[in-house]
């Protein structure tokens, strides 16, 4: 791998921690805000102080806060200002969850034009004196929750400071290094799991038989779907059948495809509208990070393990809405997220409008190391400084943890769900040191050693995001995939002990599935099938340059033909076949030989010479019985 896109890593696993203020930029936002909403407050209660009429001033209270101006009727109207807070928060909360922006405005303007509408000849005398001894005893009460909660972040910083260095050293040191890349193969359980993606992803593109479809606006959305197959199959083809082609290759552009249906990428006209107050609604284009990261990331890596070059053709990714069509391809994804991070005053930029979403940004990072590689430009080195600097000082907390979601325009942070064993396998391929600490924390926080004995805990925090309820299961996946990545061999086997205990497996016509979400169940085939490094492999290099010339496994069917490993050191061909259905003859065509070469072609423990055709490709019926080694190799290599 080229050292042009290869993040830097700290060999000495320094401890990153944030410090115990805001960031520069987070700073003036929020000093910014501060200053307009005193304005308007001042604004407000000038209508109050000066004796105006009693609407006026109704409305100038209601500038407060959401529901305010109630209180400058008095009465039964007292019973609006907690129904306009609630309300509000709803708002909020629609805000941050699909961009509706103009939410929160229409119910703080709008409860402040309705008290001046039912606001009387004179104010209610002691009004205005309530709305801002209300307001002022929360402010108090929020800045004293404040100064506790930082308080507390502090000193969980002076505890990490003391045993971190040494955890995280130790993430390296406990690690099993991943088997060499000619080695690598898939169990039969791993195959069974990796077929529940390979299902979804093989039916036609414009069917979602077997996808959970709630909205499509969250993390239960159809994107996020389509993005795990794409990523679990792109693992599978860089580490374990770089030279297999075939259906897999046909399941990743479905895959791919699919995102392009409205079905999918159509909730952009509304967040562009509510957002931005705008009809000009181009998924790639400003903001919308949770598309073009995610998206770009699995066209990228899709061209890296099967050289397939179509994306790069102008229109390749078209989006259409009726008469509307949008065409992209893998070249304006790249620049849209360039472009995107040099005109954001954070770097990280927003997915909803206003709400930046920092494991996003992750995906947009990773999207434009890929992209660079394959295409030799500098995107990412030329962003990764001030990503780095403004990760640190933006976006990680006092203790280390990260600033999941924070707001572009206020600089506010929202808590969002999102643990340490996430960010370990999420930053790996991009901050390595970072990832090591989140592992290292993740671990002491969940796992509990006892001689020989492991122990997985916070089964309670577990969230199924793809259906919105508590799950033990998903807290498994976090860990599973987290564990794997970091080469924590005793922790990946806890963890597929529980999912085996908890995660209620069926195996079905050969299909593992759990008791979850198609999303979480997903997201798991990509969890069972990493080893330490395989996702930051998959992102940074690819699969093994001597792959990449040797012959491939072109066509085999499926379900009937199953694949465990296909790897050539560049003349050869190895691969690992399991029948899909019942044992038996199938017919298989390896493409990339050398033109009418004679080879020697080993079956199991069955020999015999065989010869590619003039476009040196070969045709054979192989008998699968359980697990079939085959080694195809030239005569003149044998």
């Known amino acids: 791998m080229s050292s042009l896109n290869r993040p830097t890593a700290d060999v000495n696993d320094a401890v990153h921690l944030g410090a115990n203020k805001d960031g520069p930029v987070t700073r003036a936002k929020k000093r910014r805000t501060s200053i307009l909403y005193a304005l308007f407050a001042l604004l407000g209660l000038a209508p109050s102080v000066l004796g105006a009429h009693a609407a006026l001033q109704a409305f100038g209270l209601g500038l407060l806060f959401p529901g305010a101006g109630f209180f400058s009727i008095g009465g039964w109207a007292l019973l609006l200002v907690p129904l306009t807070l609630v309300l509000y928060l709803v708002a909020l909360i629609a805000w941050f969850g699909s961009g509706m922006i103009v939410a929160p405005i229409f119910i703080w303007l709008g409860s402040a034009l309705l008290a001046a509408a039912l606001a009387g000849e004179a104010p209610w005398p002691i009004g205005a004196t309530l709305a801002v001894a209300l307001f002022a005893l929360y402010r108090i009460r929020g800045a004293i929750k404040q100064r506790k909660a930082k308080a507390q972040l502090v000193k969980r910083r002076e505890e990490r ?83 297999f082609h075939g259906y897999v290759n046909h399941a990743q552009r479905n895959a791919i495809d699919k995102a392009l249906n409205k079905r999918v990428w159509g909730y952009w006209r509304w967040e562009r509208l509510w957002g931005h107050l705008s009809w000009r609604f ?25 050289g397939d ?6 229109g390749s990714l078209t989006f259409t809405w009726g008469k509307r069509r949008f065409a992209h391809d893998i070249h304006s994804i790249a620049r849209s997220i360039d472009e995107n991070f040099s005109r954001a005053d954070f770097c990280l930029y927003p997915c909803e409008p206003g709400w930046i979403y920092t494991p996003c940004n992750f995906m947009g990072m990773m999207t434009l190391i890929a992209y660079d590689r394959l295409f030799g430009t500098q995107l990412a080195t030329k962003h990764m400084p001030r990503f780095r600097e403004n990760l640190e000082n933006e976006f990680t907390l006092a203790d280390g943890d990260l600033i999941v979601l924070r707001n572009e325009v206020t600089g506010s942070s929202v808590a969002f769900p999102f643990g340490n064993e996430g960010l370990a396998l999420l930053s790996h391929a991009l901050l390595p040191e970072r990832a090591r600490q989140a592992w290292a924390l993740a671990r002491r926080e969940y796992v509990k050693e006892e001689g020989d004995k492991i122990t997985i805990e916070g089964m309670e925090k577990g969230v199924d995001f793809g259906r919105y309820r508590k799950a033990p299961i998903g807290h498994i996946q976090h860990m599973l995939g987290a564990a794997g990545e970091m080469g924590d061999t005793a922790v990946v086997t806890e963890l597929l002990r529980l999912l085996e205990e908890i995660g209620k497996p069926t195996r079905e016509n050969g299909v593992l599935k759990y008791e979850c979400s198609s999303g979480l169940a997903a997201d798991m085939v990509r969890s069972r099938i990493l080893r330490m490094g395989d996702w930051s492999r998959t992102v940074n290099e690819g699969p093994a340059p001597c792959t990449q010339k040797g012959p491939v496994l072109s066509q085999a069917r499926y379900p009937q033909v199953l694949v465990a490993r296909a790897f050539s050191h560049g003349h050869d061909l190895d691969m690992t076949l ?32 065989v010869q590619a055709d003039i476009k040196g490709q070969l045709k054979l019926t192989v008998m699968l019985s359980g697990r079939t080694a085959i080694s195809l190799k030239p005569n003149s290599k044998i």
């Open 578 to 609: 399991y029948p899909g259905l019942e044992p038996g003859p199938e017919d298989i065509v390896i493409e990339r030989l050398e033109a009418n070469a004679h080879y020697q072609l080993v079956v199991s423990d069955s020999q015999s010479s």
């Open 309 to 314: 070059r179509r994306y790069t053709e102008p």
């Open 161 to 243: 400071s003391t045993y971190l260095p040494t955890a995280t050293r130790a993430v390296t040191t406990r690690a099993t290094e991943a088997p060499p890349a000619d080695k690598r193969e898939l169990s039969l359980d791993e195959i069974q799991a990796l077929r529940f993606n390979l299902d979804l992803a093989l039916q036609p593109v414009g069917s979602f038989e077997g996808f959970q479809t709630i909205e499509q606006f969250q993390t239960s959305a159809l994107r996020y779907q389509l993005n795990s197959i794409g990523y679990s199959l792109a693992v599978m083809q860089t580490v374990y059948t770089p030279n």
């Open 282 to 306: 181009d998924p790639v284009g400003r903001d919308n990070i949770m598309l073009t990261g995610f998206l770009g990331l699995q066209v990228c890596l899709y061209m890296a393990a099967s």
